[in-house]
């Protein structure tokens, strides 16, 4: 069978795709999940994060007005007999038979429940089951209670729960048009009682937002009171429909849906089904299905904590009516020993130290009570805080709801404490932070709270030499190291790799340190998806922990090695780097220095349309002879940056470039989009945003040395392309620290004002290409962009917001059949299709567009569209980043005049090696020369030996045939 298996794997090829599988709304946006397929089936393997504004609902079944009922094809006609009183009528298709009538109202009953469970309610743990008599439960430790929205008539039902048979012992639902005064030894008492408790959990998730379109699980989910075959023993079964399951309470001991805390416990397994489908599953020992079991006994003692408090009862004790059944005859099949009184407890002192990786069952009850203690600490401390346990719990459970949207599969628990922290800022701005990390930190599951979501404290040390080939088959592999000079002792760290390989089982990857420690970052498995884009220590576990690090100095060269082990399959080791802590306390504010700032205005990471993922990369390279060190601020939309915001420090050698491909995600952990500013000296800044499709990328420059504007100052203008079947978004960001109101003039005068926060970004759909913004109030400087997407090829094309042009600028313009420019003016509603038609250069040749007004310019190829910024010419030198020759991109390099000059053209690899030199010289128009060595991640210097112009790259990938166009500018 191995041998088969193995032929399997070698045969078959991996082709990998994703699909849209799931979209679900939460308080916070709307989060997308995209499955990943090989060779056109579904992997364990998707991705998740907010969708872009424009993101398509999954694909799913229509619906039929025809339907199965006992094996006959049914049609449904719905009739309301009274007012208010809908019914559907089942109808025999062939026939015409009438084979169903359901109300499909509900009204209010009256029922009688333990609330939560009769030890509970009389604070009396010497009562027993005494074999399920009614006698062993005094009158008073019941609830009368009403059932709303209960259906007319047949079994028990609403909107929330539904009761069915579907499991031995056979025990028919109750009539809802009978008495639901039950006790319990009778056995519609625990129908009612589960039903009772799940629609009181189903309303509380309404009431902290989750209704409408944000609803979780809004389906009637179906109940069997008396299942699992009379044994000691509940559980929740997904279904074959995503995000939808059944649960089943089983009779043996105490009938668990007589105890509120079992019941609501196997509903939590259904909160997390709906909101992520097969997320918080996996073998017994995974961590996720650990915080699956943590999370319902959390999520149970959430709803019941306020009760024990007032009856006196040990307010930690979970399921323990559920436990006093050891009186019990034996047919009973009580499960717990003598003298019990929980079945767990929410005061656990274990630690991350106690995990038990021993895979058998039952661990993952004994693996979530560290994560349930963490979450009970959470609330109970958030209780002391507000003085009000109502408050605190409807605080940590939203938090607590809202971290669960974005989780990624098989998640570990410092993933979902990492979720916590970013939920708490997205919702309450980090309010409750030092909350969450003290819960989290004494358990070990973060090392320290900036593991979520670094403020500062940490440092990356990135390696020079970048997209190297992997040897396939090969005990030897490839080795790429980092040299650090820093002496200071390490006390977190974590390793960031990036492959592209087509079979990621295929790889074993360690890391060397300077002293010769080996620690196994991932070993061969039968994995099959592609690549591996992870952070050992932060977002995904290593295979050997990075604990003997620690302590150590940081000094020294590191080695990371990386094998290929198996045949057929060949991949390159795009980049790697590590993340040092030397225990610097996380900062509460923004970091400032008197250094140079550069602003992006904007950098995202997020998905879209067609499974677009929309991505930010950025290059900062040290222009200078020594060594310097750059601080990244990433500021997400809308926050306040002086005090929501994620930081890092980097390290650069002489001449060094680093590359932070999917900065967003890779470099701060996070989602969504944002500002980054970066503080540094003699520093090269540029950053490229793009959609990763299936066709290869699609992409645009977002430069970061934008003209701003404040208050008193001249207006920004944005001139958009006037052309049909286009939209757009208007973005704003804030690149002052200051607070204020920035006012939007469109052509038509109907002005618009946007509050915006400091160092913040806001982006939002715009009527036309034409605008005008201004600081009306506060001390705020703002730039501003114009995004505008082509409706049929969904290619966006960033132009940035400037000032009325005074002096003469020029750009590159081409008319070559395949490429050609296109040139408009804001002050006219007409544009030049073809840029050089018509004017004195001809066709098939190439030379510059020069202009004292505010004209636009782009370059057409293929049906996508680079814009072409307009530049004053200078001499000296110009520098350049993103300059690539690889398999997935290649590079020209040049510069346009309007009259004769030379330059020299030098281009350097990541570590700042010259790798090749060129002149070019023109005696005016465009002079230019493809990159011929291979070089990923390199930039080039324009260096005009005689005359003036403006230095460009053009940056084209492979697949897509798109090409990014790069303006020269000097470093800040």
């Given at each position: 069978?191995?041998?088969?298996?193995?032929?399997?794997?070698?045969?078959?090829?991996?082709?990998?795709?994703?699909?849209?599988?799931?979209?679900?709304?939460s308080l916070t946006g709307r989060h997308c999940r995209y499955r990943?397929?090989?060779?056109?089936?579904?992997?364990?393997?998707?991705?998740?994060?907010?969708?872009?504004?424009?993101?398509?609902?999954?694909?799913?079944?229509?619906?039929?007005?025809?339907?199965?009922?006992?094996?006959?094809?049914?049609?449904?006609?719905?009739?309301?007999?009274?007012?208010?009183?809908?019914?559907?009528?089942?109808?025999?298709?062939?026939?015409?038979?009438?084979?169903?009538?359901?109300?499909?109202?509900?009204?209010?009953?009256?029922?009688?429940?333990?609330?939560?469970?009769?030890?509970?309610?009389?604070?009396?743990?010497?009562?027993?089951?005494?074999?399920?008599?009614?006698?062993?439960?005094?009158?008073?430790?019941?609830?009368?209670?009403?059932?709303?929205?209960?259906?007319?008539?047949?079994?028990?039902?609403?909107?929330?729960?539904?009761?069915?048979?579907?499991?031995?012992?056979?025990?028919?639902?109750?009539?809802?048009?009978?008495?639901?005064?039950?006790?319990?030894?009778?056995?519609?008492?625990?129908?009612?009682?589960?039903?009772?408790?799940?629609?009181?959990?189903?309303?509380?998730?309404?009431?902290?937002?989750?209704?409408?379109?944000?609803?979780?699980?809004?389906?009637?989910?179906?109940?069997?009171?008396?299942?699992?075959?009379?044994?000691?023993?509940?559980?929740?079964?997904?279904?074959?429909?995503?995000?939808?399951?059944?649960?089943?309470?089983?009779?043996?001991?105490?009938?668990?849906?007589?105890?509120?805390?079992?019941?609501?416990?196997?509903?939590?397994?259904?909160?997390?089904?709906?909101?992520?489908?097969?997320?918080?599953?996996?073998?017994?020992?995974?961590?996720?299905?650990?915080?699956?079991?943590?999370?319902?006994?959390?999520?149970?003692?959430?709803?019941?904590?306020?009760?024990?408090?007032?009856?006196?009862?040990?307010?930690?004790?979970?399921?323990?009516?559920?436990?006093?059944?050891?009186?019990?005859?034996?047919?009973?099949?009580?499960?717990?020993?003598?003298?019990?009184?929980?079945?767990?407890?929410?005061?656990?002192?274990?630690?991350?130290?106690?995990?038990?990786?021993?895979?058998?069952?039952?661990?993952?009850?004994?693996?979530?009570?560290?994560?349930?203690?963490?979450?009970?600490?959470?609330?109970?401390?958030?209780?002391?805080?507000?003085?009000?346990?109502d408050e605190a719990r409807r605080i940590a459970d939203t938090v607590?709801?809202?971290?669960?949207?974005?989780?990624?599969?098989?998640?570990?628990?410092?993933?979902?404490?990492?979720?916590?922290?970013?939920?708490?800022?997205?919702?309450?701005?980090?309010?409750?932070?030092?909350?969450?990390?003290?819960?989290?930190?004494?358990?070990?599951?973060?090392?320290?709270?900036?593991?979520?979501?670094?403020?500062?404290?940490?440092?990356?040390?990135?390696?020079?030499?970048?997209?190297?080939?992997?040897?396939?088959?090969?005990?030897?592999?490839?080795?790429?190291?980092?040299?650090?000079?820093?002496?200071?002792?390490?006390?977190?760290?974590?390793?960031?790799?990036?492959?592209?390989?087509?079979?990621?089982?295929?790889?074993?990857?360690?890391?060397?340190?300077?002293?010769?420690?080996?620690?196994?970052?991932?070993?061969?498995?039968?994995?099959?998806?592609?690549?591996?884009?992870?952070?050992?220590?932060?977002?995904?576990?290593?295979?050997?922990?990075?604990?003997?690090?620690?302590?150590?100095?940081?000094?020294?060269?590191?080695?990371?090695?990386?094998?290929?082990?198996?045949?057929?399959?060949?991949?390159?080791?795009?980049?790697?780097?590590?993340?040092?802590?030397?225990?610097?306390?996380?900062?509460?504010?923004?970091?400032?220095?008197?250094?140079?700032?550069?602003?992006?205005?904007?950098?995202?990471?997020?998905?879209?349309?067609?499974?677009?993922?929309?991505?930010?990369?950025?290059?900062?390279?040290?222009?200078?002879?020594?060594?310097?060190?750059?601080?990244?601020?990433?500021?997400?939309?809308?926050?306040?940056?002086?005090?929501?915001?994620?930081?890092?420090?980097?390290?650069?050698?002489?001449?060094?470039?680093?590359?932070?491909?999917?900065?967003?995600?890779?470099?701060?952990?996070?989602?969504?989009?944002?500002?980054?500013?970066?503080?540094?000296?003699?520093?090269?800044?540029?950053?490229?945003t793009y959609a990763e499709t299936s066709r290869g990328t699609f992409?645009?420059?977002?430069?970061?040395?934008?003209?701003?504007?404040?208050?008193?100052?001249?207006?920004?203008?944005?001139?958009?392309?006037?052309?049909?079947?286009?939209?757009?978004?208007?973005?704003?960001?804030?690149?002052?620290?200051?607070?204020?109101?920035?006012?939007?003039?469109?052509?038509?005068?109907?002005?618009?004002?946007?509050?915006?926060?400091?160092?913040?970004?806001?982006?939002?759909?715009?009527?036309?290409?034409?605008?005008?913004?201004?600081?009306?109030?506060?001390?705020?400087?703002?730039?501003?962009?114009?995004?505008?997407?082509?409706?049929?090829?969904?290619?966006?094309?960033?132009?940035?917001?400037?000032?009325?042009?005074?002096?003469?600028?020029?750009?590159?313009?081409?008319?070559?059949?395949?490429?050609?420019?296109?040139?408009?003016?804001?002050?006219?509603?007409?544009?030049?299709?073809?840029?050089?038609?018509?004017?004195?250069?001809?066709?098939?040749?190439?030379?510059?567009?020069?202009?004292?007004?505010?004209?636009?310019?782009?370059?057409?190829?293929?049906?996508?569209?680079?814009?072409?910024?307009?530049?004053?010419?200078?001499?000296?030198?110009?520098?350049?980043?993103?300059?690539?020759?690889?398999?997935?991109?290649?590079?020209?390099?040049?510069?346009?005049?309007?009259?004769?000059?030379?330059?020299?053209?030098?281009?350097?690899?990541?570590?700042?090696?010259?790798?090749?030199?060129?002149?070019?010289?023109?005696?005016?128009?465009?002079?230019?020369?493809?990159?011929?060595?291979?070089?990923?991640?390199?930039?080039?210097?324009?260096?005009?030996?005689?005359?003036?112009?403006?230095?460009?790259?053009?940056?084209?990938?492979?697949?897509?045939?798109?090409?990014?166009?790069?303006?020269?500018?000097?470093?800040?």
């Amino acid at each position: 069978m191995r041998s088969l298996v193995l032929a399997l794997l070698v045969a078959l090829s991996a082709r990998a795709d994703l699909r849209l599988e799931l979209v679900r709304d939460s308080l916070t946006g709307r989060h997308c999940r995209y499955r990943e397929y090989v060779d056109n089936l579904p992997t364990e393997h998707f991705i998740v994060a907010p969708c872009a504004d424009a993101v398509a609902e999954p694909r799913a079944t229509i619906a039929s007005e025809l339907r199965l009922i006992d094996g006959r094809v049914a049609r449904r006609v719905i009739r309301s007999d009274a007012p208010l009183q809908p019914y559907a009528y089942d109808y025999d298709a062939v026939t015409g038979e009438l084979l169903r009538r359901t109300p499909l109202f509900f009204r209010a009953k009256p029922a009688r429940v333990f609330d939560p469970n009769p030890v509970v309610a009389r604070n009396d743990p010497s009562l027993q089951d005494h074999n399920d008599a009614s006698s062993a439960v005094p009158a008073d430790a019941y609830e009368d209670v009403v059932l709303d929205d209960v259906a007319e008539s047949g079994a028990l039902r609403g909107p929330a729960a539904q009761i069915i048979d579907r499991q031995p012992p056979n025990v028919a639902p109750p009539d809802a048009s009978a008495s639901l005064l039950f006790d319990r030894e009778q056995d519609g008492f625990e129908a009612v009682n589960a039903y009772f408790h799940i629609d009181r959990s189903q309303h509380y998730l309404q009431s902290l937002g989750y209704r409408g379109d944000r609803a979780v699980v809004p389906y009637a989910i179906e109940v069997d009171p008396h299942a699992a075959s009379g044994s000691d023993n509940s559980f929740f079964l997904p279904s074959t429909q995503p995000g939808r399951g059944t649960l089943f309470y089983g009779d043996g001991g105490t009938d668990d849906a007589e105890d509120a805390d079992l019941v609501v416990h196997e509903y939590g397994h259904a909160i997390l089904e709906w909101i992520s489908p097969g997320t918080f599953s996996g073998a017994f020992a995974s961590e996720a299905r650990a915080f699956s079991e943590g999370f319902g006994d959390y999520w149970a003692f959430s709803a019941h904590y306020a009760q024990r408090l007032a009856s006196g009862r040990d307010p930690f004790c979970f399921a323990d009516w559920d436990a006093r059944c050891w009186e019990d005859d034996a047919s009973q099949q009580c499960g717990y020993a003598p003298g019990s009184d929980c079945l767990r407890r929410l005061d656990s002192t274990k630690t991350m130290a106690d995990y038990n990786r021993n895979e058998s069952s039952g661990v993952e009850h004994q693996n979530g009570a560290i994560w349930s203690s963490a979450l009970r600490e959470i609330l109970v401390t958030l209780a002391r805080e507000t003085g009000n346990v109502d408050e605190a719990r409807r605080i940590a459970d939203t938090v607590l709801i809202e971290s669960l949207f974005d989780a990624p599969p098989q998640p570990t628990y410092a993933v979902m404490a990492q979720r916590l922290l970013e939920s708490d800022r997205l919702l309450y701005g980090r309010a409750h932070a030092p909350t969450i990390c003290a819960a989290m930190s004494a358990r070990g599951i973060l090392t320290d709270c900036a593991g979520a979501l670094p403020r500062g404290e940490l440092t990356l040390f990135q390696s020079p030499q970048r997209g190297l080939a992997i040897p396939e088959n090969s005990i030897d592999g490839v080795l790429s190291t980092i040299t650090i000079d820093d002496p200071r002792a390490i006390a977190s760290i974590a390793v960031r790799v990036d492959i592209a390989h087509p079979s990621r089982g295929d790889l074993r990857i360690e890391l060397i340190a300077p002293d010769g420690t080996t620690v196994l970052l991932q070993p061969v498995s039968l994995e099959r998806a592609a690549d591996v884009h992870a952070t050992f220590g932060r977002d995904a576990v290593p295979a050997e922990p990075l604990t003997p690090l620690l302590g150590h100095s940081a000094a020294g060269t590191w080695t990371l090695r990386v094998r290929d082990l198996r045949a057929l399959d060949t991949g390159t080791l795009l980049s790697w780097a590590l993340l040092i802590g030397f225990g610097d306390t996380p900062q509460t504010q923004r970091p400032s220095s008197a250094a140079q700032r550069v602003m992006i205005p904007v950098v995202t990471h997020v998905y879209g349309v067609g499974a677009a993922a929309f991505r930010s990369d950025v290059r900062i390279t040290n222009t200078a002879d020594a060594s310097r060190n750059a601080t990244l601020i990433f500021t997400p939309s809308g926050a306040d940056g002086r005090t929501d915001f994620v930081a890092m420090q980097a390290s650069l050698a002489p001449g060094e470039t680093l590359a932070f491909d999917d900065v967003v995600a890779s470099a701060f952990g996070t989602t969504g989009s944002g500002s980054l500013e970066v503080l540094g000296d003699e520093l090269l800044v540029a950053s490229r945003t793009y959609a990763e499709t299936s066709r290869g990328t699609f992409g645009e420059q977002i430069p970061s040395q934008l003209e701003s504007t404040a208050r008193g100052e001249a207006p920004l203008l944005l001139s958009g392309l006037p052309l049909a079947a286009q939209r757009w978004n208007l973005g704003i960001t804030e690149a002052g620290g200051s607070e204020g109101v920035a006012r939007v003039t469109p052509p038509d005068g109907a002005a618009f004002d946007i509050a915006i926060a400091p160092f913040s970004h806001v982006q939002f759909a715009y009527g036309g290409p034409d605008a005008a913004i201004e600081v009306t109030t506060g001390d705020t400087r703002v730039v501003a962009y114009l995004s505008q997407i082509d409706d049929a090829s969904g290619d966006a094309m960033f132009i940035p917001a400037a000032h009325a042009r005074t002096g003469a600028a020029i750009a590159p313009a081409i008319d070559s059949g395949a490429w050609h420019s296109e040139l408009w003016n804001a002050n006219d509603a007409d544009y030049i299709h073809d840029g050089l038609t018509g004017a004195s250069l001809v066709a098939g040749t190439a030379g510059a567009f020069i202009t004292d007004d505010n004209a636009q310019t782009r370059i057409v190829h293929d049906g996508t569209s680079q814009y072409v910024s307009f530049a004053p010419e200078r001499d000296g030198a110009q520098f350049i980043a993103f300059v690539e020759h690889t398999n997935a991109y290649r590079t020209n390099v040049g510069f346009v005049s309007s009259h004769a000059a030379t330059a020299e053209v030098i281009v350097y690899d990541a570590a700042g090696a010259e790798v090749e030199r060129h002149e070019l010289a023109t005696a005016g128009g465009i002079a230019q020369t493809p990159v011929v060595a291979r070089v990923a991640n390199g930039r080039a210097v324009v260096r005009f030996t005689s005359g003036s112009g403006a230095a460009y790259a053009s940056l084209i990938d492979t697949r897509s045939g798109d090409a990014t166009f790069f303006a020269g500018v000097s470093p800040n």
